[in-house]
T-cell receptor
Framework: KNEVEQSPQNLTAQEGEFITINCSYS?????LHWLQQHPGGGIVSLFM???GKKKHGRLIATINIQEKHSSLHITASHPRDSAVYIC??????????FGEGTQLTVNP | EAGVVQSPRYKIIEKKQPVAFWCNPI?????LYWYLQNLGQGPELLIR????????DSQLPKDRFSAERLKGVDSTLKIQPAELGDSAVYLC???????????FGQGTRLTVV
């Protein structure tokens, strides 16, 4: 069992839909990251969370430390949101452990 | 402020040849990471530096991979000799001691033919 598990692995949505990507982890963490990766591109950090909820534009990230679970929400999705979304947790020291990513495709 | 800079962006080499990747982290960031990312998978840590010291290299295949971070700033990752299975994206990231957020470079996409 991976330390970080994401669901779903693949997600296809229509433009305008509300999207949720989930991340569960099995270790104690100091921080959780949500990252975005476009094809052929590098990784962009969307959020870093240690508790509660953060919002940036149409993106919302929440974390429940007790349940070891985080969600990334996209409101009013757009085709340009199509990318791989990766959850990563920072446990002991500075090591980041990554989930396998969720491939999101938003169709016009 | 410039982000993490990696070069080259793309590299195609024949198997058994050597290859090197370069990373310039964000200024002032003491922690530098090299990750390998295979298609459709999340990144996997190869090596982590705190300043010039490699503090976590347990996942680095030391028979063919090597890395250095002279003066605790720029870093190079080398593969010699490259194998077909080394084809992947190699990502560099850096973070400050004072913050836990890591910033990533654009990656180097290696294709071994």
């Amino acid at each position: 069992k991976n330390e970080v598990e994401q669901s779903p692995q693949n997600l296809t949505a229509q433009e305008g839909e509300f999207i949720t990507i989930n991340c569960s982890y099995s270790v104690g963490i100091s921080a959780l990251h949500w990252l975005q990766q476009h094809p052929g591109g590098g990784i962009v950090s969307l959020f870093m969370l240690s508790s509660g909820k953060k919002k940036h534009g149409r993106l919302i990230a929440t974390i429940n430390i007790q349940e070891k679970h985080s969600s990334l929400h996209i409101t009013a999705s757009h085709p340009r949101d199509s990318a791989v979304y990766i959850c990563a947790v920072k446990a002991s020291g500075s090591r980041l452990t990554f989930g396998e990513g969720t491939q999101l495709t938003v169709n016009p | 402020e410039a982000g993490v800079v990696q070069s080259p962006r793309y590299k195609i080499i024949e198997k058994k040849q050597p290859v090197a990747f370069w990373c310039n982290p964000i200024s002032g960031h003491n922690t530098l990471y090299w990750y390998l990312q295979n298609l459709g998978q999340g990144p996997e840590l190869l090596i982590r530096y705190e300043n010039e010291e490699a503090v976590d290299d347990s996942q680095l295949p030391k028979d063919r991979f090597s890395a250095e971070r002279l003066k605790g700033v720029d870093s190079t990752l080398k593969i010699q000799p490259a194998e077909l299975g080394d084809s992947a994206v190699y990502l560099c990231a850096s973070s400050s001691d004072r913050h836990t957020e890591a910033f990533f470079g654009q990656g180097t996409r290696l294709t071994v033919v």
